[in-house]
């Protein structure tokens, strides 16, 4: 990707932020939008009893209106306290008549308030019916619906989000202004609500969309819910965010990036972006256990404490260049990207794996963020992987093992890159993970035929896969798994195909190099572990295939070992 390297931004400009928004996001989901009961009873519908006050949902005046606000009615000591107070601008009389001076016999006092459109959002009761005229009581129009009569409650960017963080954020001091006059621009690379009908000039700006043409289901944007049309982004989804981040970056506008994105997977894409991307700003991800607007909702907090932490400069070195590398933010903790992982649906449910650190600063509450330590593994602009570092193409291995031992397997050229630099989706590798389990087949032959999931696996990634390997999630902590599979596993290695040990679960040691022939993974998880994998086939392309992979020469063997060496020396240090 041809272009300058990161400047800093211009001090005399308000710091800006570059928002990108990722797949299957509760951060980024809202509760369905459910007709109120003011709207149930104007059109004479059937009234939901145990709605007992309507819900208030942020929505936009289409006209200015005058509304007269009672005294003392914002907190239930605020009367107690009433000599504290100015006069209110007037009084109410029994019939809703407005004086400036108290009527006689009393009235209500009150404070005279225009809206305007121009204010912004003001939660409203909902007042949206379906087309028949009947309430919304879901986001689908009936139970099961297809996708043509249900409602996204997803956002299709964040702007709306921060949009409405900025207009109803209270802070602890009750003041607004929660984003510290930061700006943002707001991207969606890999977005979990779609234009289905397209848009038409969603963002004019030099790097970021112009039109939106009509955007599909599962290749466009990628959800959740409603759970019976969820759909998931698939490797060329992670190529693309790639680029974008990587694009967007090196412009040298943002003093940071923030990427949103679901809770299971978001600490897979914030390792791999710290591997590719080439920037010095800090990038930070955030998720959520419960959706926007909903109550307690922990991916505003999330998304705050992120612009606080990129505008603090704490993670910043005396040169001005990040020094700690993809994080995320959750729960008032930054957590290093490589070391983090969600262990339940819960606020609260991240930790950080490995056994050794991983929590690198703690929000500081009331206070600036302060560093706990600094990562030792290298990132983003000290990374081995680095999208510019990626070759224009490299080597992959493509043939055939055939059931009567006929082998055929040849290298190809892939393309990683194209001309302006940016990754290829059809380079991305695919990296399968295999679980060890004690009690396997009884009688497994010890050639590894039995293994039919890796034997199936590895002739597949031979016909379509130029650039694969296989992550062994082995005993903890020592990544060993059985014979059996160990057998298998050597055949996809003399095939081209890398392989990485490492322990099951969150272990807190590091998995042995017991046999040259394997990649040991360190205490990487194995999901963290596919990624670096991935990582490394687009940098050093397939290992050198054998002849026969079931009987290599000598000489064959010392060019695998040289070449996994390689693999392994990236693996000791990210």
Not at 75 to 94: I, K, N, R, V
Not at 457 to 483: C, D, K
Request: charged share 20%; aromatic share 8%; hydrophobic share 40%.
């Amino acid at each position: 990707m041809a272009s300058p390297a990161d400047s800093a931004p211009d001090p005399d400009a308000p710091p800006r932020i570059a928002v990108f928004a990722g797949p299957t996001a509760t951060i980024g989901n809202s509760p369905p939008l459910v007709t109120s009961n003011k709207a149930r009873a104007r059109h004479g519908l059937t009234l939901r009893p145990e709605l007992r006050v309507d819900v208030l949902r942020p929505q936009r005046l289409a006209a200015p209106v005058t509304v007269y606000v009672e005294a003392f009615s914002a907190h239930p000591l605020e009367a107690d306290a009433a000599e504290l107070y100015a006069p209110p601008d007037g009084w109410l009389d029994a019939r809703g008549t407005f004086h400036t001076s108290e009527p006689p016999g009393g009235g209500i006092a009150v404070h005279e308030v225009e809206l305007r459109p121009e204010d912004g959002l003001y939660p409203l009761p909902y007042m949206a019916r379906q087309a028949d005229g009947s309430a919304w009581d879901d986001a689908v129009a009936e139970p099961f619906a297809p996708a043509e009569r249900a409602r996204q409650t997803f956002y299709p960017d964040a702007s709306r989000i921060y949009e409405e963080i900025e207009r109803l954020g209270v802070g602890g001091d009750g003041h607004g202004g929660l984003f510290g006059g930061a700006e943002f621009d707001f991207f969606r690379p890999a977005p979990s609500g779609g234009y289905t009908r397209g848009l038409a000039a969603a963002r004019r700006t030099d790097i970021g969309e112009g039109d939106i043409p009509p955007e599909t289901l599962g290749e466009d944007f990628f959800i959740y819910f409603p759970f019976h049309l969820r759909a998931e982004p698939h490797l060329a989804a992670l190529a693309k965010a790639t680029n974008a981040l990587q694009r967007t970056l090196q412009t040298g506008r943002y003093v940071g990036a923030q990427w949103l994105e679901g809770s299971p997977t978001n600490e897979e894409s914030m390792y791999w972006f710290g591997l590719l991307v080439d920037t010095t700003v800090p990038l930070v991800g955030h998720s959520a256990q419960r959706p926007h607007q909903s109550l307690s909702a922990d991916g505003d907090r999330n998304i705050v404490d992120g612009v606080k932490y990129l505008l603090s400069g704490v993670a910043l070195d005396d040169a001005g260049r990040d020094r700690i590398g993809a994080v995320m933010i959750v729960d008032e903790l930054v957590f290093a990207a490589r070391d983090i992982t969600k262990t339940d649906a819960r606020p609260g449910g991240y930790e950080a794996t490995g056994g050794h650190g991983g929590i690198v600063a703690d929000m500081g509450g009331y206070g600036p963020p302060q560093l706990t330590y600094l990562p030792a593994r290298r990132h983003t602009h000290g990374s081995e992987v680095r999208l510019p570092l990626l070759p224009a193409s490299t080597t992959g291995v493509s043939g055939s093992i055939g059931p009567d031992g006929a082998v055929s397997i040849d290298t190809v050229e892939v393309a990683v890159k194209d001309g302006e630099g940016d990754l290829l989706a059809t380079a991305m590798p695919h990296v399968g993970i295999v679980k060890y389990s004690r009690y396997g087949p009884t009688g497994a032959a010890r050639d590894g035929r039995d293994e039919v999931e890796i034997m199936a696996r590895i002739g597949a990634n031979l016909a379509g896969a130029p650039l694969a390997g296989f992550v062994g999630e082995g005993m903890s902590p020592y990544g060993i798994m059985t014979p059996e599979t160990d057998a298998a596993f050597e055949l996809a290695i003399f095939s081209g195909m890398p392989v990485v040990r490492v322990g099951r679960g969150n272990t807190g040691g590091m998995a042995y190099k017991f046999d040259p022939l394997f990649i040991t993974g360190n205490n990487l998880t194995s999901t963290k572990a596919r990624l670096l994998l991935m990582a490394c086939l687009l940098r050093f392309g397939a290992l050198p295939p054998a002849a026969d992979p079931r009987c290599p020469t000598e000489a064959e063997r010392t060019a695998t070992l040289a070449s996994v060496a390689r693999y392994q020396a990236v693996f000791d240090t990210h």
